[in-house]
């Protein structure tokens, strides 16, 4: 079956690519307004894009009535954000923060969600994610159809200490790591399921 971007709704593009284009990494976000208000959503049109500085991308839809979601608008206001890895027990935490609510509403708050404070920027990391990356706003793309894509410079990279197994040359257990991944609908991935394949020298 064949489909033609120009043929078809923004609905079906954007079923097309969420159903297609999976497992996706879950970047829980934290974030801040100008007044220190805290806000927490997960995005996973989310991924790493470059090591020299380290960079990650994330990908916004607008809300349905067109306006922009508390994230990305803290971000643009604020310039920082913090992207926080989600594992299995933060899961059901992370989903109610997915709720559509008010900006003045704090979503970690309503989620029981425990903050650590962040080293450089105002926004804190979430304390039981395994691994949380302190980021810099770095580049701001418009899409036409009210969508938006922030590149983000990670400053810091914070790791719970189990998950790292080896600092010289540095070496991460992922099974300790244990991150979720976002598959269709209300669907989501474990790692647990891993095959190996050599590279060719
Ligand atoms: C696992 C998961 C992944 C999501 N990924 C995205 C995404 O990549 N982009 C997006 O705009 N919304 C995504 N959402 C929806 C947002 O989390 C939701 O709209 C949230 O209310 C936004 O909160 P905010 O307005 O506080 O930023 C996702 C939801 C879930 C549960």
């Not at 894009?49 to 994230?71: C, E, W, Y």
């Not at 913090?82 to 979503?107: K, R, T």
């Amino acid at each position: 079956m064949h489909f033609s971007s120009d043929e078809i709704s923004s609905e079906t593009a954007y079923k097309l690519l969420v159903s297609t284009i999976v497992p996706r990494p879950i970047a829980f976000v934290t974030s801040m307004d100008l007044e220190g208000k805290l806000n927490g959503a997960p995005f996973s049109f989310f991924n790493a894009m470059g090591g020299a500085p380290p960079v990650i991308v994330l990908g916004f839809q607008p809300n349905p009535d067109g306006s922009q979601k508390d994230t990305p608008n803290n971000i643009l206001s604020s310039k920082e954000f913090v992207v926080n890895i989600v594992d299995e027990p933060l899961a059901v935490q992370m989903n109610i923060c997915a709720s559509s609510l008010p900006p003045d509403i704090d979503e970690l708050a309503l989620a029981n969600i425990k903050t650590a404070s962040s080293l450089d920027i105002a926004p804190p990391r979430i304390k039981a994610s395994p691994a949380s990356m302190e980021c810099r706003l770095m580049e701001n793309i418009s899409l036409s159809g009210g969508g938006r894509i922030i590149l983000g410079e990670i400053m810091h990279f914070h790791l719970r200490d189990d998950v790292v197994t080896q600092i010289d040359p540095l070496r991460i257990d992922i099974n300790k790591l244990a991150p979720i991944s976002r598959l269709n609908g209300p669907f989501y991935g474990r790692i647990t399921d891993q095959f190996k394949i050599e590279r060719p020298q």
